[in-house]
């Protein structure tokens, strides 16, 4: 999933929107495509098709969407339909929801997880159903 590798696995240019590395955006972001943060960012993310948090990037709010990679920082819960990763100096502090989390030796995260099976809310079976299932 390297989104920062340059391989053509992550989104085309012609489809990202951009914060850049001056920019600071207050308020709400809902970016129907995929984003690239090198900036700052306070308020929410919504509606994102994948994220991409720049090492010089910042976001203090919730982020929804498919994909997430954090080569800088996120302050806030974050709910991924695919994937999330954090890069090796990339800092993720909140809760996180996604069927798919990596965290590279180096990367910080301070917080909860809740591990998806599959499509959002589709929940893996609890420790106490493979009891149960053994048991009978």
Known sequence: MAMFSGKGDGPSAENVTLVGEEAYFHGALS??????????????????????????????????????SVAGAVEGDVVASRSIEVLAKGRLIG?????????????????????THGEEGDRAPSPRSYESAESA
């Open 95 to 115: 809760s996180i929801k996604t069927p798919r989390l990596r965290i590279e030796d180096g990367a910080y995260f301070d917080g909860t997880c809740s591990m």
């Open 31 to 68: 970016a129907k495509g995929s984003l690239r943060i090198e900036g700052v960012v306070e308020g929410d993310i919504t509606d994102a098709v994948s994220v991409e948090i720049g090492k010089k990037g910042r976001v203090k709010g919730n982020v929804a969407a498919e994909t997430l």
